[in-house]
Each structure stands twice: as C-alpha cells, then as structure tokens.
C-alpha cells in the first residue's frame, strides 16, 4: 500500500498562515489523503495541518527583533531540517517569510528535496543576487503580483502568476456590503452609493497602523495626532482604526491611550478592515498588504510607514525599487501619495488626505488608477491554481501523472 504523500510546509507569519490553509484546502479537494506538518497557525491547524511550531512564536519583524531571537529561530532550522531528514517529505511548500524560508530552501535543496515557493519574497525589491540563488534551490514558484514572472526571465526557475489571494476575498466583502446598503436603501429610499453619499456629512478615515506591535508603536502616534488636527478643521470627522483581531487591537488600545488625540473620535474596530474601508471615504494605511486590501475596496490612500532609525537606514540602503506602498510598485508610478519616516508628519498626513475626502481631481485619478491595479491582479481563483500547481509537483516527485483540473 503506497504512502500518502507528505508536504514540509513553512509558514511563518500570521498572513502566510491565511494564504497556506486556502491553498492547503483547495489541495485536499485534489489530494485528500496527503500529510502536512511544519510551522503555521490557527488557519492551517483548522486546515488540518500539523503544527510543529506555532506562528506566534516565529513571527518577527526588524533587525533588532530578529538578533534578539537568534537562538531560538536558529534552533527552530535546525529542527525543521532533522524534521525533513528523518520524515523525508514529498515536497517542501515554502510560504513567504524569506528571511528563514531562503536558506532553508537552500539546506531542503541539498537534501535532495523538492522545493516549492509560495508567494514570491521580494527580492526584486531588496536583494536582486538572491534570484540567481533562488533559481538554484526552487523548483517552481508561484506568484501573486503580475510583474513578477519576468523577474526571473533569464534564470531557468519555472514560475507562474496565480493571482492575488485577496480578489477572491474582497469581491465577496464588496457584495456583501452592497447587498446590505442596498437593503438599508431600499428601506430609506433616500440611500445612495458610496461615491454620492455623504457629502455633506462627516469626513470618515479609516486608519490602518498595521498588525504587528513594532509597527503600530511607531506609525500610530503619528496617525492620531494627525486625527487630532483634522478633527478641529471639520470636527465632524469620524476616524476608525482597523485591527485584523482583537488580539491586535489590545495593543492598539494601549497605544492609542498614550496618545493625545483632543477632541477627535477614534473608534478601534476588531476583524472588520474590509467592511471600514469600504466605508471610508479615505484611509491612511501602513505600507504593506493592506495597501491592496485598500486598492481592492476601492478607497483613496495615503500610503504611510514609520520604524526605527537603524532599521530604515538599514532597508533604506537595500530596497531598489522607488517605492515602499504594494499599490505603487504595482501600479508602476506615485498612484497614492507616500508618507515615510521623517515625512510622516502630522501636517503631511492632513495635507496628503484632504483632498481625498471630497470629490476632487486627485480623487478620481486616484480611483481610476486603483481600478487598473485591482484589474491587473487577476480575476480571482489564486489558491486554486497554486494547489493545483502544487499537486502537480506531488505527483512529479512520485512519477505520476496529473492532469490539472479544467476551470
């Protein structure tokens, strides 16, 4: 009786952990018998994987955070690699967190085994000579962004875009929202859509400071104070700071209480981001995935991020791209306006979303750019093209044959 196939899969932060178990589930519907184990969280552990270590412990963020937990994320390798020696799995699904997934592609690749990597790191960004080395200990790679295939055009990686994961999720969060403000409407008989309503009302923000501790310490105090000065221009305004859980809005609760905010009216929402941003009128959002959740849900940005010093003089001398914000590097030019480190300024940040707030010029050529970003991402279906992509490999690296399902 043949084995059931086994994956090794690394997913080391909180956001790889969502993107591995919708590709872990669209896997089972091919490969229903196959063994998963390695490192993820809550998604994966209800996906049905084995959790050797646990996603809230392997996240880390910065310089100085990674030195601090040497010993331990070098323990953690060590201990993956026996894990692969001695449970010699079919494939190794390596899910973002380059830092820690890089060399072990490396160490997995001179095992002998098969490499797959999800979510491509971004080292067209900030580390171009690792695309030869990734070349060499990957077999194939699957992508989220549309630029990134020809990135590695002149090196024999196989790679293939398949799509970004968040179309699927943000189309369902868009209907469902107009189906409720349809409902409201109706009710009203006097609603109207999010592009006519509203105008004369309260100004609403959305703020998104960003989901690990580091960067809500850093970035918030400037986000409220700015609130602060917005609100005593039109003190109608109504700010909503969004924390993917409760887990993060805890820390942005005790941040938020060392902050002055005057009379501004800050309200820190749990687990509904898509809802709030739909809702907004414009957002000031950390640079990051959130900047295409905020592109997806079709709100005005400005895209903000701040940390500490050694750090960004540090990412300041590797990044080579002109800029930080996904929705920028995407849409290839300045689409929303950039707020970094010394230019995150409470003023800056009034004078960036100002003219966002009210119908404007800026306005509309900045939802018709974020229009062109969420149509070149793909039409949606990302986590069933990567686990068919991934049970292709499987059945390779036993000699079989795959037919990849017709769609």
């Given at each position: 009786m043949n084995k059931p196939p086994r994956i090794l899969l690394i997913a080391g932060e909180v956001s790889g952990d969502m993107r591995a178990a919708e590709l872990v589930c669209a896997l089972?519907?091919?490969?229903?018998?196959?063994?998963?184990?390695?490192?993820?969280?809550?998604?994966?552990?209800?996906?049905?994987?084995?959790?050797?270590?646990?996603?809230?412990?392997?996240?880390?963020?910065?310089?100085?955070?990674?030195?601090?937990?040497?010993?331990?994320?070098?323990?953690?390798f060590n201990d993956l690699l026996q894990v692969a020696r001695v449970r010699q799995p079919d494939l190794v699904l390596l899910v973002d967190y380059p830092g820690f997934n890089l060399r072990f592609a490396r160490r997995a690749h001179a095992l002998g085994l098969r490499v797959v990597y999800y979510i491509c790191p971004q080292v067209w960004a900030w580390h171009r000579a690792r695309i030869p080395e990734m070349a060499r200990n990957v077999d194939r790679l699957l992508t989220i962004f549309p630029f990134e295939p020809a990135i590695f055009a002149d090196t024999p990686l196989r790679v293939e875009f398949v799509g970004h994961p968040l179309v699927d999720e943000t189309r369902a969060a868009r209907e469902a929202g107009e189906k409720a403000e349809d409902k409201a409407n109706t009710r009203a008989e006097s609603g109207k859509r999010k592009d006519e309503d509203n105008r004369s009302g309260a100004p609403r923000i959305a703020l998104l400071p960003g989901s690990r501790r580091q960067e809500i310490e850093h970035i918030l105090p400037a986000l409220a104070a700015a609130a602060q000065q917005l609100a005593r221009q039109d003190p109608r305004a109504d700010f909503s700071i969004a924390a993917p859980s409760e887990e993060v809005a805890v820390i942005v609760r005790r941040v938020?209480?060392?902050?002055?905010?005057?009379?501004?009216?800050?309200?820190?929402?749990?687990?509904?981001?898509?809802?709030?941003?739909?809702?907004?009128?414009?957002?000031?959002?950390?640079?990051?995935?959130?900047?295409i959740e905020a592109a997806m849900m079709d709100c005005p940005m400005v895209v903000v991020y701040r940390t500490h010093w050694t750090t960004y003089l540090l990412g300041r001398c590797l990044i080579r791209v002109p800029f930080l914000g996904m929705?920028?590097?995407?849409?290839?030019?300045?689409?929303?306006?950039?707020?970094?480190?010394?230019?995150?300024?409470?003023?800056?940040?009034?004078?960036?979303?100002?003219p966002l707030l009210t119908p404007s010029p800026q306005r509309d050529a900045m939802r018709a750019g974020l229009a062109e970003v969420r149509q070149s991402l793909g039409g949606g279906g990302a986590a069933d093209r990567a686990a068919a992509a991934v049970a292709e490999e499987l059945a390779r690296a036993s000699g079989q044959a795959f037919l990849t399902p017709v769609r």
């Open positions: 089972r519907k091919l490969r229903p018998e196959v063994e998963i184990f390695g490192i993820g969280g809550d998604n994966l552990r209800a996906a049905g994987m084995e959790i050797i270590y646990d996603v809230r412990d392997t996240a880390v963020l910065g310089l100085f955070e990674v030195l601090r937990r040497y010993r331990f994320l070098r323990r953690m938020l209480a060392g902050c002055p905010t005057g009379d501004a009216r800050l309200t820190v929402v749990a687990g509904r981001t898509r809802e709030i941003l739909r809702q907004a009128d414009a957002a000031w959002v950390a640079s990051g995935t959130a900047t929705v920028n590097v995407i849409a290839g030019r300045a689409l929303c306006p950039e707020l970094i480190q010394q230019d995150c300024t409470p003023a800056r940040l009034v004078q960036a979303i100002t």
